[in-house]
């Protein structure tokens, strides 16, 4: 029997090499790795900027930081998906609210989301932070003209999407994180992530001004540039200009992430080739697949798909070693969230979703023989 998980990294011989190259550099931590990687990155989704943190979550913390969210500002993002989405705004004390989901894409609603910010007085909201949930991209285009009008900065949460992008209403190639629309977007470079630095993550912008806030709050607020002190006592001397944090990344962890870098697209193909094979194969179940829609490209990170007896089907494909997973319990629905209000049937469409949602093996190490056998055995569970 073979044991398939739902996701799985993939650590190359060059991988290893150019982690073990800088084991015996000089530096482990602060060293030229960490710009390498980030410029590198930044070219990959192309924007102007790139910073690289310890975490996706650390990420979505600095960018809340970055623009300023404080207690009690109110900030919007949907009910599903990971919960540091939500988290990074009740870390700088700000209220999140949620917007139910679209029922075929899984993203936030943008229709749902105007007509809530139609019911509040400009200024009621701050800002706004959409998902590229499983890797499929949001209308950043259209997000941003709503963020336009009623004045709203964006965070895009790209954490599931990078290699994803859709076509703007002129024709145009947007990449998911590519700042284009947003102020600032997140990647996660956790293991099961199209790039993985073990633990890591990436902030994107096209502000000069965001990025050189984000530079400073990723390192305690301290600052060595003979621009930004008041006094300069000499080559030792620093200044703590915020209340910052350590949120660095390591070189040991940029040099893997370089690495990783150059499989990217590759590894984006066989994701798209895998999820073909499942659409193909599960035509005529019982299954809703993901959505499809020939202006947005999916990165899928994850395939998720929908069914009746979602939970017989997960521990059948258990009990044969394949496994899946649900992502996510609603956020809203966690205890914690319970204490602001938030309650059953307030999400219908998220609620829905989330007594159906599987996601299926998906990653791009992912063996033909592999894939087949989990085809194979959902077509058992179906026709038994």
Known sequence: MMNIPYGRQEISKADIESVVETLKSDYLTQGPKVKEFEEKFAGYIGCEYAVAVSNGTAGLHLSALALGVK???????????????????????GEVDFVDIDESRYIIDLGKLEKKLKSKPRGYYKGVIPVDFAGYPCDMQKLRGLADEYGLWIIEDACH????????????????GDSKYADLSVFSFHPVKHITTGEGGMITTNSKKLY???????????????????QNDGGWYYQMLELGYNYRMCDMQAALGLSQLDRAKAGVDRRRQLADNYNKAFAGLKIKTPFLDERFHHAYHLYVVQVDNRKGLYEYLKENGIYSQVHYI???????????????????????YYGKCLSLPMFPSMTDEEQNYVIAKIKDYFNE
């Open 161 to 176: 999407a990078p290699g994803g992008f859709f076509e703007d209403s002129r024709g145009n190639k947007v990449k998911c």
């Open 212 to 230: 050189e806030k984000l530079l400073l709050l990723r390192t305690h607020g301290i600052t060595k540039n003979p621009e930004l002190l008041s």
């Open 71 to 93: 207690n009690k500002d109110r900030v919007l993002t949907t009910p599903i998906t990971f919960a540091a989405s939500a988290n990074c705004v009740r870390y700088c004390g």
């Open 330 to 352: 609603p956020v809203h629905l966690q205890p914690y969230y319970g204490q602001f209000g938030w309650k059953k049937n307030d999400f219908p469409i998220a609620e829905k």
